[in-house]
């Protein structure tokens, strides 16, 4: 079974040596995809100092950018946010965070919401609070 890498034209950039997914059969594997918009270095609810610290972050500005993140980079492939199976949700302050997190999860999957698992690490690549690790199916 052969695969096929997607780049989205509208997500941002990877940080690394990556696509933004791949194809395989009629599964679509998402990379790791975090807040930051396409082109630039800004992240939506993040203020950095001179150091390029976390100064000041906003939970629900990042979850909303991520979120919108993924739906172009599912969109760009042929899939759908409808067709999320899984999700591996990635905080770096789950204490704090994740109530934010968990209500807007509930805005945006409604009735039927894919399989999920929320894991809290120390840090990201980025100075972001919030990355997703998706699965969805692709007709």
């Known amino acids: 079974m052969?695969?096929?890498?997607?780049?989205s034209g509208k997500a941002p950039e990877p940080v690394g040596l990556y696509p933004h997914a791949k194809r395989v059969g009629n599964l679509l594997f998402l990379s790791g995809v975090g807040?930051?918009?396409?082109?630039?270095?800004?992240?939506?609810?993040?203020?950095?100092?001179e150091?390029?610290?976390i100064?000041?972050?906003?939970?629900?500005?990042?979850?909303r950018?991520?979120?919108q993140n993924v739906r172009w980079i599912l969109?760009?492939?042929?899939?759908?946010?409808?067709?999320?199976?899984?999700?591996?949700?990635?905080?770096?302050?789950?204490?704090?965070?994740?109530p934010t997190y968990n209500r807007l999860w509930e805005e945006y999957f409604g009735q039927n919401p894919p399989c999920r698992t929320t894991l809290?690490?120390?840090?990201l690549p980025?100075?972001?609070?919030?990355?997703?690790?998706?699965?969805a199916t692709i007709d």
């Open 65 to 67: 950018s991520v979120f």
């Open 55 to 63: 100064e000041f972050y906003d939970i629900e500005a990042q979850c």
């Open 120 to 123: 809290e690490i120390n840090c």
């Open 2 to 7: 052969s695969d096929q890498s997607i780049n």
């Open 75 to 98: 969109e760009d492939a042929g899939s759908s946010w409808d067709n999320i199976v899984d999700v591996t949700v990635f905080l770096t302050n789950m204490k704090d965070d994740f």
């Open 126 to 135: 980025t100075p972001i609070g919030i990355e997703l690790k998706v699965l």
């Open 35 to 49: 807040p930051r918009e396409r082109g630039t270095k800004k992240i939506p609810g993040v203020t950095l100092n």
């Open 51 to 53: 150091l390029g610290e």
